[in-house]
């Protein structure tokens, strides 16, 4: 029998059952002359019918790969091509799930704590090691002054918006003009705020129920402090050519301090920092070998550069909106003065 073995099933025939072994070690199971299964030194292969050679492939060790792997192929005919799922495998070591459909591709990979997610082999979406889901972004954004969100979404140029909320009924068959919660903001206390959609109009509220306040008083001098407020006009340095009313913020801190977030000429400083060709951090908390893969691997740009230790601005912001209580009521001031003049 030498080297190869062959036994055949039905041998009277010459398209009977076949299990062949070669030299190499390999095993095929034949019928009719067409291979139907084959055993090599590192797979499974059942053949496939149609336009394909097998059907499911079970492995390890793939050329190019290093991995372990279960593939199912479906009959490009019919425009069906199967899945895969790799284990531990690629020049990542990556955990990969794979499912091909006509013209798609849907894929969640585990690398170094990553999870992509993409369609037509492009990636739209990834959660990070931190847990962060970013949709059109690479790399969760922090300027050391805000913190790496739970959710981000980044819009691109040419799109209106970067982030839709949608109002539909509760089997979500068709959308519903009546009022809906579209997002709420919850804290250590409950439910801070919301944003809410009626049929025309969207409302952006904050907690305001008299049950969750004390102390209430409505004398109090409002003229007084709002005649200490300095409106003005100005443009933004990173918008030289738009002039907007507004206030300076460390000039109503002093007089509506819940109108304002931050100090006065306050800076932060941050450790390992991306910073793009602009000069601003675009991420903090990056070690210097991460920051160099990440620019091979797209997720930071190729223009960025890295600094070990970063101080900048923490800039105050405000709200304009707590303004409106001292507005009302040094109206009403003046309205009862004027009353008052003209009786």
């Known amino acids: 029998m030498g080297d190869i073995m062959t036994c055949k099933i ?47 492939e079970i492995g390890s060790g793939r050329t190019g790969d290093g991995a372990s792997f279960v593939d199912l192929i479906g009959d490009s005919t019919y425009g069906d091509y199967g899945g895969r799922l790799l284990r531990n495998g690629g020049a990542n070591s990556a955990t990969e799930l ?22 037509s082999n492009t990636e739209r979406a990834r959660i990070d090691s931190a847990g962060v889901f970013m949709s059109q972004a690479t790399a969760a954004y922090s300027d050391g002054t805000i913190g790496k969100g739970a959710l981000q979404v980044d819009g691109r140029s ?17 959308f519903v003009t009546s009022a809906v919660g ?7 206390n409950g439910t801070v705020g919301t944003i ?18 004390e102390n209430v008083a409505y004398t109090f001098d409002a003229t007084t402090r709002l005649k200490q407020l300095k409106p003005a006009r ?16 460390h000039e109503v801190s002093s007089i509506v301090p819940e109108a304002i977030t931050g100090t006065k000429d306050a800076e932060i400083t941050t450790k390992n920092n991306v910073i793009n060709a602009n000069g601003h951090v675009i991420d903090t908390g990056i ?23 970063t101080t900048k601005p923490d800039y105050q912001s405000i709200d ?13 001031e003046l309205e009862a003065r004027i009353t008052a003049l003209e009786s």
Do not use: C
């Open 320 to 332: 304009q909106s707590k303004l409106v209580p001292l507005l009302v009521k040094t109206i009403q």
């Open 158 to 174: 040419g799109a209106r918006v970067g982030m839709t909320l949608r109002a539909k009924n509760s089997d979500g068959s068709a």
């Open 287 to 309: 070690k210097e070998a991460d920051w160099t893969e990440g620019k091979e691997d797209g997720v930071y740009p190729s223009d960025s550069t890295w600094a070990a230790s």
């Open 10 to 56: 039905n041998a009277d025939t010459s398209d009977g059952l076949k299990i062949v072994s070669d030299t190499s070690g390999n095993v095929d199971i034949q019928n009719n002359g067409t291979t139907k299964a084959a055993f090599t030194a590192n797979s499974l292969v059942l053949s496939g019918a149609g336009t394909e050679t097998k059907s499911l």
């Open 98 to 119: 794979v499912h091909r459909g006509t013209g798609q591709l849907a894929f969640v990979a585990q690398d170094a704590g990553l999870i992509t997610l993409k369609t």
């Open 234 to 249: 100005f443009n933004f340095i990173a918008d030289a050519d738009t002039t907007v009313d507004g206030f300076l913020a």
């Open 196 to 213: 809410n959609t009626s049929g025309s109009a969207t409302s952006f509220n904050t907690s305001s129920d008299y049950r969750l306040k």
């Open 182 to 188: 579209m997002m709420g903001f919850v804290n250590g």
